[in-house]
């Protein structure tokens, strides 16, 4: 934990409680672990949205559907579908 023993610890914790006093250090306690909560909650949403956004880039780009090739003057299976056929009645 931060390469913090537990005797570093100890003294860390007396210390506060000389400081503050019985009365404000459960307090103070309780807004640091709420904090620490709202911090962990923000890190993991930001973390969350990063993996989102790596997995989309992961992604290949989606090819659009093209439209089919216009004829060319040389085709003779495009000439042959628009030729229409003379009326025999």
């Known amino acids: 934990m931060f390469g913090i ?18 009365q404000r250090l459960p307090e103070l306690a309780r807004q640091i672990g709420k904090a620490m909560a709202e911090l962990r ?4 949403e930001i973390m969350e949205e990063f993996q989102v956004k790596g997995m989309l880039d992961d992604e290949p780009p989606r090819r659009q559907k093209s439209a089919p090739p216009k004829p060319t003057p040389t085709d003779t299976t495009a000439d042959a579908s628009t030729k229409t056929e003379p009326d025999r009645s």
């Open 41 to 44: 909650r923000q890190s993991g």
């Open 5 to 22: 023993g537990m005797p570093e610890l100890i003294v860390i914790l007396v210390v506060a409680l000389v400081v503050l006093g019985p």
